[in-house]
């Protein structure tokens, strides 16, 4: 097996290998894996994909976190080996950290991660831990130091996404509740549009609303990420 073949495996599905480590102590993944896979969209095909599923049109809640669920619990169980869902929480599995360790993520001066290919639209969908030691390609080279003048941290016009500070939830959502937000709430986060690795990556807008959606529907201000308000924990990536 290699991650080049479960990486084709994954795009027939929608979505797409954005990293892989070997685990270490401390890196709190499931007991037995020696490799652990990080599955994110991979656009464009990834939004059809998702709006052809049931999950989509059957009115339950929190339809991707399902679709997450059931695509990747398949390849998992295909490839002899069990799935972590992100939004499996809390305690929710430590899905940054496990960025990082893959080389391919990295903190951005915005907080948020950015990575070499999906710059700041990353996000994951899940993760699949193997059994055994799969080689691993080369960590890519951080793309912040080089970047021009650092867009990504001015582009937010209420400044809730800043270099230094934590994001300011509450300010965003207020802005985002208004006429002026309406580029936000239906083309995604500016700041992470303006990062110039994020906009070679062809998602689309309908993507970008929908999670933009579930962010102010399931998580309003205030909600301490620990509360799981009545299995409320929605989808925004
Ligand atoms: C809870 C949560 C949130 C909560 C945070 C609540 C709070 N009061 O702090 C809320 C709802 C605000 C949130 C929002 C978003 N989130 Co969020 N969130 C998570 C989640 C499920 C758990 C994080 C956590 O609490 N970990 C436990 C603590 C102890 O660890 P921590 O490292 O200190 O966690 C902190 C950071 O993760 C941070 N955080 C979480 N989301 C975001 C988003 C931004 C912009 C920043 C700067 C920080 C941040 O808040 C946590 C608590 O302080 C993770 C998935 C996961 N399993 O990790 C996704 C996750 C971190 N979020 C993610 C994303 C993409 C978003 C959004 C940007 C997506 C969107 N468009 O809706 C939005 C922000 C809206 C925007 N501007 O576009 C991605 C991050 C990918 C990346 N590029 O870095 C993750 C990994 C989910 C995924 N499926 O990939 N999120
Ligand atoms: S969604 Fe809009 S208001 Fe919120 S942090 Fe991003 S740019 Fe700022
Ligand atoms: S805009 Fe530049 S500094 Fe910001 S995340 Fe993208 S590459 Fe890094």
Do not use: N
């Not at 890196?27 to 656009?43: F, H, M, R, S, Y």
């Not at 899905?95 to 994951?124: D, E, K, T």
């Amino acid at each position: 097996m290699s991650l080049a073949a479960l990486d084709r495996d994954a795009r027939a599905t929608g979505l797409a290998i954005r990293g892989a480590f070997h685990p270490a102590p401390g890196d709190a993944v499931p007991e037995g894996a020696g490799t652990l896979i990080l599955l994110g969209p991979d656009e464009p095909g990834f939004w059809p994909e998702f709006r052809r599923s049931p999950e989509y049109s059957d009115d339950a809640p929190h339809p991707l976190d399902r679709w997450s669920r059931r695509v990747i619990g398949a390849l998992a169980a295909r490839w002899g080996s069990m799935a972590v869902i992100p939004a499996d929480g809390p305690p929710w599995p430590p899905f940054l950290s496990w960025a990082a360790r893959s080389g391919q993520a990295f903190p951005s001066p915005i907080g948020l991660y950015v990575h070499a290919r999906a710059g700041l639209w990353i996000s994951y969908r899940g993760a699949v831990a193997l059994p055994g030691r799969l080689e691993l390609p080369q960590p890519s080279a951080p793309p912040c130091p080089a970047c021009a003048g650092h867009p990504c941290a001015s582009a937010c016009p209420v400044g809730a996404l800043s270099t230094g500070a934590p994001y300011d939830i509450a300010r965003c959502q207020s802005y985002l509740r208004t006429e002026a937000g309406r580029d936000c709430r239906e083309r995604g986060c500016l700041a992470r549009r303006a990062c110039p690795i994020s906009a070679t990556l062809p998602r689309q807008d309908e993507q970008s609303a929908f999670h933009m959606a579930a962010f102010m529907e399931d998580w309003p201000t205030g909600t301490a990420p620990e509360t799981d308000r009545a299995g409320k924990k929605g989808e925004p990536a």
